[in-house]
Each structure stands twice: as C-alpha cells, then as structure tokens.
Nanobody
Framework: QLVESGGGLVQAGGSLKLSCAAS????????IGWFRQAPGQEREFVAT????????NYAESVKGRFTVSRQKAKSTMYLQMNSLKPEDTAVYYC?????????????????WGRGTQVTVSS
C-alpha cells in the first residue's frame, strides 16, 4: 500500500514536499512514479525514480522545478516541488512500478496511492 502526504495550499512561487510511504509491501526493488490529475483532465506523468535512486525522469512541465528522491531504506519516496505555479494544481499520486525502472505510462505501474491535493493560488 502506498500513502501520499504533504499536499496543501500554497501561493505561486512557493514550495511543497510530498511524501509517499510504502507499507505492507516492499518497493525497494521497484521504481516509483509520481502522477497528477487536475480537474477535468487526464492523469499525467510527473516524475519517476529507479529502484536504486540512480535514474530519474521528469515531465517537461516540471523539469528544473521538481525533484524526486527516495530514502536510503527505500520505504519512503519524496517529490520536492519548488517554484509552484497555479497550473500545478492537481491531485498527486505515487505509484509503484512493475519493474526496477519506471516509465511515463500509467501501464508501467501496478500499485497506486489515493492521492494528495496540491492547490497553488495565484
């Protein structure tokens, strides 16, 4: 089970750090992805990190502003979000990949958290 936390309301230009904690299932050998879904829109890829933290990939819209990481024990993953914009407003989900390296497609992931709301005011 994956559980996200850390969402909230922030002004444009501010920062938030999301956490994703794994319980009941080890994800130490799995990549983790972050996705988001804004109202009325499809869920979209945000970032992914490989099982060992060595490989990361980001959507163009967040590159340079967001950083994905994972704790050494690999049971907690993070998404540091800086320079937030109103268009970053969405429900953010973490997801466990089927393999050691995640992709940008939702089909690469087979376990999902319930999401945490991020709202960026202008």
């Amino acid at each position: 089970q994956l559980v996200e936390s850390g969402g909230g309301l922030v002004q444009a230009g501010g920062s938030l750090k999301l956490s994703c904690a794994a319980s009941g299932r080890t994800v130490s050998n799995n990549a983790i992805g972050w996705f988001r879904q804004a109202p009325g829109q499809e869920r979209e890829f945000v970032a992914t990190i490989s099982w060992d933290g060595a490989v990361t990939n980001y959507a163009e819209s967040v590159k340079g502003r967001f950083t994905v990481s994972r704790q050494k024990a690999k049971s907690t993953m993070y998404l540091q979000m800086n320079s937030l914009k109103p268009e970053d407003t969405a429900v953010y989900y973490c997801a466990g990949a089927r393999g050691s390296f995640g992709g940008t497609s939702q089909s690469s992931y087979n376990s999902w958290g319930r999401g945490t709301q991020v709202t960026v005011s202008s």
